[in-house]
Nanobody
Framework: QKQLMEFGGGSVQPGGSLRLSCQAS????????MSWYRQGSGKERELVAA????????NYADSVKGRFTISRDNAKSTVYLQMNSLKPEDAAIYYC?????????WGKGTLVTVSS
Protein backbone atom coordinates (compact mmCIF):
# COMPACT_ATOMS: atom_id res chain seq x y z
CA GLN A 1 0.00 0.00 0.00
CA LYS A 2 0.96 3.64 -0.32
CA GLN A 3 3.18 4.63 2.60
CA LEU A 4 5.38 7.43 3.84
CA MET A 5 7.84 6.94 6.67
CA GLU A 6 9.75 9.80 8.26
CA PHE A 7 13.21 9.54 9.81
CA GLY A 8 15.69 11.87 11.42
CA GLY A 9 13.80 13.64 14.16
CA GLY A 10 15.43 14.21 17.50
CA SER A 11 16.57 16.77 20.02
CA VAL A 12 18.92 19.60 19.12
CA GLN A 13 20.11 22.81 20.72
CA PRO A 14 19.15 26.19 19.29
CA GLY A 15 21.35 26.98 16.32
CA GLY A 16 21.83 23.31 15.52
CA SER A 17 20.89 21.29 12.46
CA LEU A 18 18.87 18.21 11.64
CA ARG A 19 18.11 16.39 8.41
CA LEU A 20 14.75 14.72 8.04
CA SER A 21 14.11 12.00 5.49
CA CYS A 22 10.85 10.59 4.19
CA GLN A 23 10.88 7.23 2.46
CA ALA A 24 7.97 6.58 0.10
CA SER A 25 6.66 3.24 -1.08
CA UNK A 26 3.72 1.85 -3.00
CA UNK A 27 3.25 4.65 -5.52
CA UNK A 28 5.00 6.37 -8.42
CA UNK A 29 7.04 8.80 -6.40
CA UNK A 30 8.15 11.17 -9.15
CA UNK A 31 4.55 12.03 -10.04
CA UNK A 32 3.81 13.43 -6.60
CA UNK A 33 4.39 16.84 -5.12
CA MET A 34 6.09 16.23 -1.79
CA SER A 35 5.77 18.48 1.21
CA TRP A 36 6.83 18.78 4.81
CA TYR A 37 4.31 20.04 7.33
CA ARG A 38 4.71 20.57 11.04
CA GLN A 39 2.47 20.87 14.05
CA GLY A 40 3.76 22.45 17.22
CA SER A 41 2.19 21.96 20.63
CA GLY A 42 -1.15 23.74 20.70
CA LYS A 43 -0.79 24.91 17.12
CA GLU A 44 -2.38 24.04 13.81
CA ARG A 45 -0.55 22.01 11.22
CA GLU A 46 1.33 24.28 8.82
CA LEU A 47 3.14 23.87 5.53
CA VAL A 48 6.91 24.12 5.89
CA ALA A 49 8.18 23.36 2.40
CA ALA A 50 7.09 21.75 -0.85
CA UNK A 51 8.80 20.41 -3.96
CA UNK A 52 7.34 19.35 -7.29
CA UNK A 53 7.82 15.96 -8.88
CA UNK A 54 10.83 16.91 -10.96
CA UNK A 55 12.44 18.72 -8.05
CA UNK A 56 12.94 22.10 -9.67
CA UNK A 57 10.06 24.00 -8.08
CA UNK A 58 10.22 24.63 -4.36
CA ASN A 59 8.42 26.86 -1.93
CA TYR A 60 8.92 27.57 1.74
CA ALA A 61 7.08 29.09 4.64
CA ASP A 62 8.40 32.57 5.38
CA SER A 63 9.45 31.43 8.84
CA VAL A 64 11.97 28.90 7.45
CA LYS A 65 13.26 30.62 4.30
CA GLY A 66 17.04 30.72 4.24
CA ARG A 67 17.31 28.10 6.99
CA PHE A 68 15.54 25.01 5.63
CA THR A 69 16.10 23.25 2.31
CA ILE A 70 13.80 20.68 0.75
CA SER A 71 15.16 18.22 -1.80
CA ARG A 72 14.25 14.86 -3.29
CA ASP A 73 15.93 11.84 -4.81
CA ASN A 74 13.44 10.21 -7.15
CA ALA A 75 15.70 7.20 -7.67
CA LYS A 76 15.45 6.51 -3.94
CA SER A 77 11.80 7.62 -3.55
CA THR A 78 12.94 9.89 -0.75
CA VAL A 79 12.38 13.51 0.15
CA TYR A 80 14.60 15.40 2.57
CA LEU A 81 14.36 18.45 4.76
CA GLN A 82 17.66 19.98 5.82
CA MET A 83 17.04 22.22 8.81
CA ASN A 84 19.76 24.64 9.89
CA SER A 85 19.88 27.38 12.50
CA LEU A 86 17.07 25.74 14.38
CA LYS A 87 15.04 27.85 16.79
CA PRO A 88 12.86 26.82 19.74
CA GLU A 89 9.81 27.75 17.68
CA ASP A 90 10.77 25.08 15.11
CA ALA A 91 9.99 22.38 17.66
CA ALA A 92 7.10 20.29 16.34
CA ILE A 93 6.05 16.99 14.90
CA TYR A 94 7.12 17.05 11.25
CA TYR A 95 4.95 15.23 8.74
CA CYS A 96 5.72 14.14 5.21
CA UNK A 97 2.94 14.54 2.62
CA UNK A 98 2.49 13.35 -0.96
CA UNK A 99 -0.12 14.75 -3.33
CA UNK A 100 -1.08 13.83 -6.90
CA UNK A 101 -4.52 14.69 -8.26
CA UNK A 102 -6.94 13.37 -5.61
CA UNK A 103 -4.34 11.24 -3.86
CA UNK A 104 -3.18 12.67 -0.56
CA UNK A 105 -0.84 10.56 1.58
CA TRP A 106 0.50 11.35 5.05
CA GLY A 107 3.27 9.91 7.12
CA LYS A 108 2.97 9.40 10.87
CA GLY A 109 5.41 12.15 11.72
CA THR A 110 8.73 12.56 13.46
CA LEU A 111 9.33 14.70 16.54
CA VAL A 112 11.81 17.56 16.55
CA THR A 113 12.65 19.26 19.82
CA VAL A 114 14.82 22.38 20.07
CA SER A 115 15.98 23.36 23.51
CA SER A 116 19.08 24.16 25.45
Amino acid sequence: QKQLMEFGGGSVQPGGSLRLSCQASGFTFNMYTMSWYRQGSGKERELVAAINGAGHLKNYADSVKGRFTISRDNAKSTVYLQMNSLKPEDAAIYYCNAVFNVMNIWGKGTLVTVSS
